[in-house]
């Protein structure tokens, strides 16, 4: 059996990119799903292919109950499979630690960045892109989980991965349906997903925090806080769009159709880039005067002052963040070599639910 796309978890942002996948596919689509909660993956089978029928979408899904945690699963489905495109939405780390609060870990997450979870993050995608490489390296990954910085744990990890999705498309294409104050032309975003949080908050309350650069065809918007005043964005997880982001560029890698649009991570860079899809790799797409170096080091830089960076097989911690892993004890908080990710995620774990014990400081 072999399907043209392999959606692996059934969370809520699995579930936005099947639903919207059913309802705008306009060329045959055979998706599996894959997870171990067999009442949501009969959910999620149903009405997809509802929504599906509903649209008169030629799409067409089917689900595979499997622990994507235990030994040998990612290689498994993709035995099976053989799928043209696996969407690894996954992860021992639940998305809604950016809003969650009471706790210790939650205000780690809060004060030294979601980088706080990236080994969690890591750990489902690292395995599948491993065994696309040694199984099928004829598959392309699109890794959901928090992109902006795993897909380069990947990379160092000698594997490959085509990007991720949200982050800089949430705001890409939040700016792309608020333009009002702004011109007619192209939009590019350059954004870190440290860039999302000023647009949680009120607009008073976003001066000196980080922005996006915003260009509209080759020249930038100065001040992008004020001409996007009137977006905002939800304290949650925005899956609305953020799921929903991704699904024209699974669909024209599927068919072999050409794309632009923006993707956090691709080809494991850091942070999230206007590209481009051609012959179905993807390519930065920047505004002249732009160079990639620039827009690279732009995107690294976040990372480097609070967070976590990949360079060769050094993993390190950086800025707030390295000083609270400091505080709890850590052995991890210098930094370690990504080979040891497997052994770092089940040490950290353990910081983690030790840290979710104890009630919050905030």
């Not at 959910?43 to 089917?62: D, I, K």
């Not at 949430?170 to 870190?192: T, Y």
């Not at 009120?202 to 001409?227: C, K, L, N, T, Y």
Request: charged share 20%; with cysteine; net charge negative.
């Amino acid at each position: 059996m072999s399907c043209d796309l392999l959606i692996t978890g059934t969370g809520m942002f699995a579930g936005r990119i099947a639903m919207d996948m059913a309802a705008t596919a306009t060329e045959p689509v055979n998706v599996v799903i894959a997870g171990r909660n067999r009442t949501r993956l009969d959910w999620l089978r149903t009405a997809g292919n509802a929504r599906a029928a509903m649209f008169g979408a030629p799409a067409r899904f089917s689900t595979r109950e499997i622990d994507l945690l235990e030994p040998g699963a990612s290689a498994e489905l993709l035995k099976e499979y053989r799928p043209k495109l696996v969407i690894q939405a996954a992860s021992i780390q639940t998305s809604t630690v950016i809003s969650d609060k009471g706790s210790r870990w939650t205000d780690m997450v809060a004060e030294g960045g979601l980088s706080a979870t990236a080994v969690f993050q890591a750990l489902i995608s690292a395995r599948m892109a491993a065994s696309i490489s040694e199984i099928a390296p004829e598959t392309r990954l699109i890794n959901c989980s928090f992109p902006d910085v795993v897909n380069g744990i990947i990379v160092a990890l000698g594997h490959r991965v085509l990007c991720g999705t949200g982050n800089v498309a949430i705001l890409s294409n939040v700016f792309a349906g608020a333009r009002e104050n702004v011109p007619a032309g192209r939009l590019r975003v350059l954004a870190h997903y440290q860039c999302l949080s000023p647009w949680r908050l009120a607009a008073e309350q976003r001066q000196g925090m980080p922005a996006p650069r915003v260009f509209v065809d080759d020249h930038e918007v100065e001040e992008p806080f004020r001409s996007f005043s009137h977006c905002r964005l939800t304290p949650e997880p925005a899956i609305e769009i953020s799921g929903a982001s991704g699904v024209t560029l699974m669909l024209a890698l599927i068919s072999g159709r050409p794309w632009v649009g923006h993707v956090p991570g691709p080809n494991g860079l850091p942070g999230g880039y206007p590209v481009r899809l051609e012959n179905g790799d993807l390519s930065l797409d920047l505004p002249a005067g732009l160079s990639e170096q620039d827009a690279i080091a732009w995107n690294h830089a976040f990372e480097e002052t609070n967070g976590l960076t990949v360079d060769g097989s050094a993993v390190r911690y950086h800025g707030r963040l390295r000083e609270l892993l400091t505080e709890t004890g850590s052995e991890h908080a210098d930094g370690f070599d990504v080979a040891d990710l497997e052994k770092v995620c089940a040490d950290l774990g353990h910081v983690r639910d030790r840290l979710m014990m104890l009630p919050s400081r905030r």
